[in-house]
């Protein structure tokens, strides 16, 4: 018979890698750790006996997460309600990671450092995230990335700074709401194509014209008051900019 080299999953038990033969690889690890009241550290730390490529735990934890930076082949990473030590190195030796999304958790701004030095990640994604000592300061040196989303009640204005810090990045979405100087650091984030705003954002027309303008490929999501006092989400481009103006009775400068 065949004998597997890929194992993929959502496992409930540490008992599954602690029975796995010497010729099972597992590649995929997912798993909802409130499901699964048995777990221990010692079973994660199986982990590192496999060439894992994507990770995915769910739910509280409360566990030793060391053994992620042993996951030498990891390229996909997931964690939520997590709470990472001040001391904690997840990702000194993780040349692989190319995406990595955390959510509803607090670390240290010393544990993103190491993502400096991992050219292959160009997607991060933050939800909920409390990070000390400020996102934009950890991470506006790590310049391979390519899409950035940061929401959550935590985030401030200072993530625009990373518009002007970041030279690939093509798609930024935050909750943060920009004021007049933050939008003109749009204009310095030259391969930036999508920019969304998840909160209610006063758009001065005169300021972003030019910038629209000047870049045909870029498209403002933006969340504003409608006529009618409603929430909308406006797709502002340099083709649309002039309708949303008319329907939302934006003043501008011709009037």
Same mark, same amino acid.
């Given at each position: 018979?065949?004998?597997?080299?890929?194992?993929?999953? $959502?496992?409930?038990?540490?008992?599954?890698?602690?029975?796995?033969?010497?010729?099972?690889?597992? =590649?995929?690890?997912?798993?909802?750790?409130?499901?699964?009241?048995?777990?221990?550290?010692?079973?994660?730390?199986?982990?590192?006996?496999?060439?894992? =490529?994507?990770?995915?735990?769910?739910?509280?934890?409360?566990?030793?997460?060391?053994?992620?930076?042993?996951?030498? %082949?990891? @390229?996909?990473?997931?964690?939520?309600?997590?709470?990472?030590?001040?001391?904690?190195?997840?990702?000194?030796?993780?040349?692989?990671?190319?995406?990595?999304?955390?959510?509803?958790?607090?670390?240290?701004?010393?544990?993103?450092? +190491?993502?400096?030095?991992?050219?292959?990640?160009?997607?991060?994604?933050?939800?909920?995230?409390?990070?000390?000592?400020?996102?934009?300061?950890?991470? $506006?040196?790590?310049?391979?990335?390519?899409?950035?989303?940061?929401?959550?009640? %935590?985030?401030? =204005?200072?993530?625009?700074?990373?518009?002007?810090?970041? +030279?690939?990045?093509?798609?930024?979405?935050?909750?943060?709401?920009?004021?007049?100087?933050?939008?003109?650091?749009?204009?310095?984030?030259?391969?930036?194509?999508?920019?969304?705003?998840?909160?209610?954002?006063?758009?001065?027309?005169?300021?972003? $014209?030019?910038?629209?303008?000047?870049? +045909?490929?870029?498209?403002?999501?933006?969340?504003? @008051?409608?006529?009618?006092?409603?929430?909308?989400?406006? $797709?502002?481009?340099?083709?649309?900019?002039?309708?949303?103006?008319?329907?939302?009775?934006?003043?501008?400068?011709? @009037?």
């Amino acid at each position: 018979s065949t004998r597997p080299d890929v194992l993929t999953g $959502r496992f409930v038990s540490g008992s599954w890698l602690e029975h796995l033969k010497g010729e099972h690889r597992l =590649r995929s690890f997912i798993i909802n750790v409130e499901n699964s009241p048995n777990l221990q550290d010692k079973n994660f730390a199986l982990l590192t006996l496999h060439p894992i =490529r994507h990770l995915v735990i769910e739910g509280k934890q409360d566990f030793n997460l060391s053994f992620i930076s042993k996951l030498h %082949h990891l @390229e996909t990473l997931k964690l939520s309600k997590f709470h990472a030590h001040t001391n904690a190195r997840w990702f000194i030796d993780c040349p692989n990671l190319q995406d990595l999304e955390l959510q509803d958790g607090i670390l240290d701004a010393s544990l993103l450092y +190491p993502l400096n030095d991992i050219p292959s990640l160009t997607t991060l994604y933050l939800d909920g995230v409390e990070v000390n000592d400020g996102i934009s300061m950890a991470l $506006r040196h790590v310049t391979s990335l390519q899409d950035i989303t940061i929401l959550g009640d %935590h985030v401030d =204005r200072s993530v625009f700074e990373l518009l002007s810090y970041l +030279p690939a990045l093509q798609s930024f979405t935050t909750s943060a709401v920009p004021n007049h100087a933050d939008f003109q650091k749009v204009a310095t984030a030259t391969a930036l194509k999508s920019l969304t705003l998840k909160s209610e954002t006063v758009i001065d027309p005169e300021q972003i $014209r030019p910038i629209l303008q000047d870049r +045909p490929y870029l498209h403002i999501n933006v969340v504003v @008051e409608s006529t009618q006092k409603r929430l909308i989400m406006a $797709r502002l481009t340099a083709e649309t900019l002039e309708y949303w103006i008319t329907q939302l009775n934006w003043a501008t400068g011709n @009037e």
